[in-house]
């Protein structure tokens, strides 16, 4: 049988590969004392971590202050409420 | 260049490297998943639930791993121990359904083929490995019982690693990987034993040495690798 860890390391990979990296760090974090000395697991946490972070000061900093609301409506017609 | 381009820049190339790092492990993904998929069958089995279509459905999506070859070794190993202790879990007598008798079938077919076999047919044999009942023993002792049942699992990991393999250096490789990276103690067992029969017939071993050593480091620092 797999142990928690190694569980965790699976769905860190498949949340990885389907662009889920929030999702991912949550999943290397439950794994992380297991695979401490592991290089590539090492690598790709804390690249995922990096990411993420850049993500999050991107959406501070972005300097774009447009924010688009699609909205579809049971009738099948999109309403853009753009503000 | 303004900060928010910088860091646009940073995020796609993390974004590449990442990319790129899971395309190249997307066939291990793969049978990771499938792996997991069946630990959670197994679990669910345990939980007292039937699992007969899970396990049916399973083998109807992983065939193609006993006919392709994909597993490593130690996968094969891994997902066989697996199975079997579904097989533990599975009546499959005259009683039982027709679908459980079938995948209970499928179970004995697949760990059937999954063991090491010799190219020699004539000399052929399946060995079948069972535990025995557990005794209350000082787990940290070694004992003649616990070298037996190590020097048998020895055997059957370099039956793993020889298999298809033309030299005993590619069976060396393989059984040093898989102590290094999946920080399996009997591949170690068997890179030591290979290496020193090496070095007794004239072989140079040193390279080897060091990635022993290097493996045995790895193993006292950490459990394992998925």
Known sequence: ????????YCLALQALRNKRYQEAVGYFDRAADYFEQNKEFAV???TTRLLLAVKGELSVSGGDD???IEEVFSDGKEA???? | MSRTDTLKKLE???ESFLDRAVALKAERIGVLDGINRLDDIAREMQGGNDVTDSVGSWFATHNRWLDDRMLR????RRVNGILDEIRRGIPAGASSSPATRKVAGEIDRWTGAGRPSRPDSETASRLVLRRGTEEKTDHREPTIAKFANTLEKITNLFADCSGNKKHLMSALDDALLSAGNQGNKEALHLSALIIYYLK???YKVEPYVSQLKEAERL???HGGSC
């Open chain 1, 1 to 8: 049988m797999l142990n928690a860890a190694e569980k965790s």
């Open chain 1, 44 to 46: 790709l946490r804390d």
């Open chain 1, 66 to 68: 447009t924010l688009v």
């Open chain 1, 80 to 83: 853009d409420v753009s503000r």
């Open chain 2, 12 to 14: 796609h190339m993390l």
């Open chain 2, 73 to 76: 070794p130690a996968e094969r």
């Open chain 2, 200 to 202: 007794q017939n004239g």
């Open chain 2, 219 to 221: 193993q006292k620092g």
